[in-house]
């Protein structure tokens, strides 16, 4: 939920959110594992969609990858923007 200027709605539109939902269901590890590229795995906390131990699963599988927490739910970008941006800032510098 987002507070608008004319009151509260929906953060994102249902069909949006429908699609998004669709699109967590199956096997994503051929995708994560094309490539040994460095890749940032960011994750909040609190987070409901991804869980810890995926997470580090995911990082233990893929060389070159590197997980790092933020005390956040899924949107960490949002909630914590200052955070993400530096946990980003790092991958980039170490490129």
Known sequence: MR???DGWGL????????A???QLNGDHWSDWLATDRPALLVRG???????AGHARAMV???PGAR????PAGHTVH????????V????????L
């Open 45 to 51: 906390s609190r987070s409901s969609v991804l869980g």
């Open 78 to 85: 949002e909630t914590v923007p200052d955070r993400f941006a």
């Open 60 to 62: 233990a599988r893929r």
């Open 20 to 22: 998004s939902q669709r």
């Open 3 to 5: 507070e608008y200027g």
């Open 11 to 18: 953060a994102f539109s249902p069909q949006d959110m429908n």
């Open 67 to 70: 997980l790092v927490e933020l």
């Open 87 to 94: 946990a980003v800032r790092g991958l980039l510098d170490a």
